[in-house]
């Protein structure tokens, strides 16, 4: 199916998420907490600091704090390219902290990967990459270049050089380990939201429309008697005005009016109740009708049941969902949209379970991402088959999370393949089942007619 346009959000636009003050929140714990650190360690500890350039370093980022609030809006929302400077900078006033008290030896060195996290999970790539780089060259100049820790007695307060390049090892592996973890859990997780967000207004949607055909219905019912009414008065005034031939004219355009739409209202009433009451429908019924769509594309589907080309009668009642005709009518449309000419469509049931296999003469599905099919915005099949033969599409692999994620969510259990036995014809297989308790319902459609007794 096509992908909703309000489906997606590009990696651009996640980046904007982020608001100004937030990160200026987040920096006036760090100076405060900087602050604090620096009074214990002179006082405390008695170490022999360089306050003043502390406290310089320290100003810089109470400066930029303090402009930030009184120039830009609380609700200011940070562009990529301005969330990555102001983490920049950060990662540049730590540096520069962590030189004048120590350098690596300072054990609150390990906190520059904080802004490396917080720009894998808001930032693209790129900019992800670039600040971990500065991080790291920052990182490396702070350990060659620092002033040492000095007590009060004189003594220096150095970790011995295998320490040292240890820590900056392990400093260097956290940033790498951070940046490429992290962002591949977020980039995972907001494109799963995102999906999920796609499959909700599908179902929306497809529930709509039901409730629709309701509406039409109850609107054809209402309409019914005031109908009939202008009909029969008239009938009643073409008959009193056959003298006067204008008013017999205007009389029997009335009366014709009132036979159009009585015309009109019983067609849309039929449409409505097709999806008010039929409720319950025979299970190849409820295939068809999944597939309707996608009958008359110049593709032969041919369907078959229970591996039988003949139509048998002795089969369940299904409930009509909405999620199940949307899902199966997305398997039919994939199959349709990359077969050569033949799908096939096996409909099928035993006492326990109800399926539909639906195959197609096509490429088949790439065998390197047979297990991954069905997660969100992954390519399911040649990019140049996708390209040549679906151009409208954007081919994310949208389509097949909403119709996994819709029949999932009926009780049914998907399975991709490839043909290669005999009774395949060679292309792409998908599976899918129900356990009848899930979509089977015992009683009719319509149910028993009772004799009424007078």
Request: glycine letters at 8%; one cysteine or more.
């Amino acid at each position: 199916m096509p992908q909703p346009s309000t489906g997606y959000i590009d990696q651009s636009a996640r980046s904007n998420w982020m608001r100004l003050r937030t990160l200026v929140l987040v920096r006036w714990f760090a100076i405060a907490g900087q602050i604090v650190t620096l009074i214990i360690a002179q006082y405390l500890y008695e170490l022999e600091l360089a306050l003043i350039p502390c406290a310089t370093v320290i100003g810089m980022s109470v400066l930029t704090n303090l402009f930030a609030l009184l120039v830009f809006p609380d609700n200011r929302r940070l562009s990529e390219t301005e969330t990555m400077f102001t983490l920049l900078f950060d990662t540049l006033q730590l540096s520069l902290l962590l030189a004048f008290t120590g350098g690596l030896s300072n054990p609150f060195a390990l906190l520059i990967l904080a802004p490396v996290a917080i720009a894998a999970t808001v930032l693209p790539t790129r900019s992800t990459l670039l600040l971990a780089i500065c991080a790291i060259g920052m990182i490396t100049v702070v350990g060659l270049i620092h002033l040492p820790l000095d007590t009060a007695t004189g003594n220096l307060m150095n970790m011995p050089d295998v320490f040292v390049f240890g820590f900056w090892v392990a400093i260097v592996t956290g940033i790498i380990f951070i940046s490429v973890y992290t962002r591949r859990v977020t980039a995972e997780m907001t494109s799963m939201s995102e999906a999920l967000l796609a499959t909700q207004m599908a179902l929306a949607r497809e529930q709509k429309l039901t409730d629709l055909g309701g509406v039409v219905a109850a609107t054809a019912h209402e309409l019914g008697t005031p109908l009939a009414t202008i009909k029969l008065t008239s009938a009643e005034l073409m008959e009193e005005m056959e003298d006067s031939p204008e008013l017999h004219a205007d009389a029997r355009l009335i009366h014709e009016q009132a036979d159009r739409c009585r015309d009109i209202l019983a067609s849309m009433g039929r449409a409505g109740k097709d999806d008010l009451h039929l409720r319950v429908t025979p299970w190849s019924a409820l295939v068809r009708e999944a597939a309707e769509p996608h009958l008359e594309r110049g593709k032969t589907v041919l369907f078959t049941f229970n591996n039988n080309d003949e139509f048998d009668t002795n089969q369940p009642q299904t409930m009509r969902k909405p999620e199940v005709i949307h899902g199966l009518r997305n398997l039919v449309q994939n199959a349709v949209d990359f077969s050569n000419s033949n799908v096939h469509i096996d409909i099928g049931w035993d006492q326990t379970h109800v399926y539909v296999k639906i195959c197609d003469d096509g490429r088949g599905f790439e065998p390197q991402i047979l297990n991954r099919i069905g997660d969100p915005f992954v390519r399911s099949r040649k990019r140049n088959k996708l390209i040549t033969d679906r151009p409208g599409y954007d081919g994310m692999g949208l389509g097949l999370f909403i119709a996994k994620t819709l029949l999932e969510r009926s009780g049914a259990k998907l399975g991709f393949s490839n043909g290669i036995g005999s009774d395949d014809i060679g292309g792409a297989i998908v599976s899918v089942n129900w356990p009848s308790k899930k979509l089977v319902v015992d009683a009719p459609a319509f149910g028993k007619n009772e004799l009424i007794e007078v």
